[in-house]
């Protein structure tokens, strides 16, 4: 039988469950959140420069670091880890991200004769997406790698 009682039982037990619920999914917070994007932005610059047409023979091996940003101009440090029990990272070239002429090219042999990369232009708008610097033109025409 239902009595006033344990109507009021019940509701205090579904009121108990809802916090219990809204605590245990309280969103991240944004330290989390800001890691989870950095690691995304990481992986995006990594998929952008493992996707083009760098000529590399630690292609599949290489890290990517942002060495510096002024305005425009993102330079990548292209590192690889040695195979011994040391891991020391050895840089084996460097490239230059430029957001507005929506262009990659590699200055590893030659800072005043780049040579300008191909990349895939998916990679290419995640990455810049992730930085926060909308500079894609659809009517800019990049070949794929």
């Known amino acids: 039988m239902i009595t006033p009682k344990s109507v009021r039982l019940a509701n205090t037990l579904i009121g108990?469950?809802?916090v219990f619920i809204m605590?245990?999914?309280t969103p991240a917070t944004s330290q989390?959140?800001?890691?989870t994007a950095s690691v995304d932005c990481e992986n995006s610059l990594q998929d952008l420069i493992i996707g083009s047409?760098?000529?590399?023979a630690f292609k599949k091996t290489l890290r990517?670091?942002?060495e510096s940003e002024d305005g425009t101009a993102i330079r990548?440090?292209?590192v690889?880890?040695?195979?011994n029990s040391q891991k020391v990272d050895s840089t084996i070239g460097w490239l230059i991200?430029?957001?507005a002429k929506q262009t990659i090219n590699d200055i590893t042999n030659d800072p005043e004769e780049p040579q300008l990369l191909k990349f895939n232009i998916v990679n290419w708008k995640r990455f810049i997406s992730c930085r926060g610097k909308q500079s894609y033109s659809p009517s800019l025409s990049v070949a794929r790698p």
């Open 16 to 18: 108990f469950v809802f």
């Open 23 to 25: 605590i245990s999914y």
């Open 32 to 35: 989390s959140k800001t890691r």
């Open 53 to 56: 047409s760098l000529k590399s």
């Open 64 to 66: 990517t670091k942002i």
């Open 76 to 78: 990548v440090q292209l």
């Open 80 to 83: 690889v880890s040695s195979s």
């Open 97 to 99: 991200i430029d957001t």
